[in-house]
């Protein structure tokens, strides 16, 4: 298992130095956090805590969409006589997405955008006695600002950190779009020697001129000054002056790397010159490395080759939505570089401040974009906010040295206007290229020491027909080749494509991945089955071909973790489980996967540990079930051992080992072992006799999906469930139908609708339509019987996810269905209509006890009336 605590212990400690020495430096910055009130437009008051979103439970629900609108914030301020003649401000590190900001009733800001920080000037509203802040957030959609659609959620609120930063009139400017007023930057780097440059935004907002000293002063992390450079400046009230320091050259500096990540610290500092005091101080990181990008040799660091694997992320969290607490998002990146990762995409937007602070600390190279995602909006207002985005982004992170790319468009092509109008969607097409470019422009102007990226998704013809991959320095690929559309060998030829056709352009894989449930497993596994083995098989290719070719840059995997999309609807509905991490950052099988692929060090890994509880159909007559179990792990063989017996030793394929092992019911122990290195679990196996009358298995309880070739999970209520068969003798199984094959082209069987009134959706997402019996030959006794129904057919047409690229729908024809259910003979259900009498797509239970005698077993007939009968699946729990 991964120990954390020695990153986490570092991350922190180091949070709360650089917090207290910021208070000793001239200025003050106060949490703001507590005693808020909030309320939606015309609704009830209640108290809150920041980071706050009113949408982390609207979109878990069946209801079709969420709240998108005004939300009120209102606290009191309390302010002492010290702070009068000082300027103050607030700080917001992100509201979603429009926000005023108004103090004692009078509009003091507003600004535009979910993902950025922005700093208002709150001084002259003061009164200093009982003053009221109250922010109207509003996330409501606008067609001038993107993100305008995604594959993600919207949320709205005051969800980051909010402060109160006091400063002395001379301070460190805050009018340089949310940054700290300080930049710098590295001009030369070798192993040799470093240059470090700042520009330093200083402001006097007093009535008389001011005679300071500005001081930068670079810090080794021992503490030591090993650089430093002064300037005298007299600066006039009202003005503003720019101050550039050059450091003399460092000789022979530590660089930076994500096996060393080693920081220095740039301090910068204004003091009076009558009274020696520091009156304001910002301290920045400094990390020395240099790198660029080979279209055939891929990306160098500090002359090195290195292949960027990692992953993006998302920032929102089980049950909370994207009001997270500082210490859950600093683990995200310390679950990535536990992973063996060294770069993260932060998509589709700028992340909170803590992010890439773990990265500058952890040694994760990063990139970073503003959201234009999917379309654009043809107007002035829309580029510009796109403009203002990117260059808040670029300022208010250009300082750390993880940092090494910035992006700025994501599958714009991805839901192109005006299909059925070519001469006007050539015009939007061009208005696309002219925003890229704008974009693009903007970027290198603002940061000529770092790369530019568009990402694409797979559509190669379009997106150099438009002339996207001709712009940026480097090209992004979100592809998903044997997910929503194709094969997985396809990827490896469209890098090879990319190669040969666009030769002198780098490129990344930016996206890759396909869902994992964990709470489904398959022993065969297809794709769209959800299952956490199809994913294994899946990131295996996908490494594979991207390991093996220098000329791919790198990957990120998509994604660190799984998240919310609320239209989605999945097995999960609302949550892409396309994550290597649950929702609430479990590892799943993937995870482990890509340790074994990345770890430096030698790595063993049960992996199928997961999968701790299990239920199956004993081996014949024989008192055991024979499941696969997989181990990942970088080394060439191992052995498994089952309770104390070994299973034989088998070699490494792709870095995973898989045995057939014969569990018996109850618990069993596993045990892996190469070299000095093992690993172990317990996995705890329900067997299902292979016949009822078999005396070395008793018979519980079976919980049956139909139409399925896939296990289930239900952790909430303790429940396993397993695939059907067909009926045999003495055992089990249905007679009659076939299993339910949806529209989709994309889904092998099953539906992909969203279940009402359920959070077990894989429960009623398959079906057997036109079962004639399904059997039980239990003996004697009395049992508890359940059968779960859902009309799939029909309901409200919905409209195609854009992301789901191979979505060739057949036309859904709906037909009456109304059956008869009987049990043993005996009338159950009558007149089922599922459609008229509980709704398309609802989940129905319907319960029952059931007397055994005579030898006869149960037996469940359905009778069709009109249309075919569907049973979704079944439940038998012997009662005594």
Sequence with gaps: ?????????????????????????????????????????????????????????????????YYRGLGIYKRKLELDESSKGKEIYLVFNGVAQEAEVLVNGQSAARHIGSYTRFTVAISKFLNFKNDEIEVRANNRFNEDIPPLTADFTFFGGLYRNVSLLITNPVHFSQQEQGSSGVFVTTPKVSAAEATVQTQNFIENASSGTQKLRVKSMLFNANGVIVGNQETKLSIRPGDKQTIVHSIPAIQSPILWSPESPYLYRMVSQIIDTKTKSVIDQVTSPVGFRWFKFDADKGFFLNDKPVKLIGASRHQDYENSGNAVPDALQIKDVALLKAMGGNFLRVAHYPQDPLILEACDRLGILASVEIPVVNTITETAAFTQNCLNMQREMIKQNFNHPSIIIWAYMNEILLRPKFVNDKPRQQIYFDHVRQLAQKLDSLTRKEDPSRYTLLVNHGAWDIYNKVGLTKIPMIVGWNLYSGWYS????????????????????PFLVTEYGADADPRIRSFSPIRFDKSIEYAIQFHQIYLNAMLSRPFVAGGMAWNLADFNSETREETMPHINNKGLLTIGRQPKDTYYLYQAYLANKPYLKITSAQWKDRTSVADSAASVSTQPVQIATNLKSAELFLNGKSLGVKDAIDHIISWPVPFVHGGNQLRVVSGELSDQAEINLQLQPFRFSDAKTAFQDINVLLGSKRFYINDKQQELWIPDQPYKAGSWGWIGGEPYKGTNNRISYGSDKNILGTDNDPVYRTQQVGISAFKFDVPDGEYALTLHFAELVGGESKEALAYNLDNNHKKEVEEKRIFDVAINGVPFLTQVNLAADFGYTTAVEKKTRVTVINGKGIAIDFKSIQGKPVLNAIQLRKVY
Excluded: C
Aim: charged letters at 20%; zero cysteines; glycine letters at 4%.
């Design 486 to 505: 194709g094969i997985p060998a396809d990827f490896a030829k469209f890098l090879d494509r990319h190669h040969k056709e666009l030769p002198n352009t």
């Design 1 to 65: 298992m991964f120990n954390l605590k020695p990153i986490l212990t570092l991350l922190f400690a180091s949070l709360m130095l650089s917090s207290l020495y910021a208070q000793d430096s001239g200025r003050k910055i106060i949490s703001l956090n507590d005693q808020w009130s909030f309320q939606k437009e015309n609704g009830p008051i209640e108290k809150v805590m920041i980071p706050h979103t009113w949408n982390a439970q609207d979109v878990l629900d069946d209801a079709p969409g």
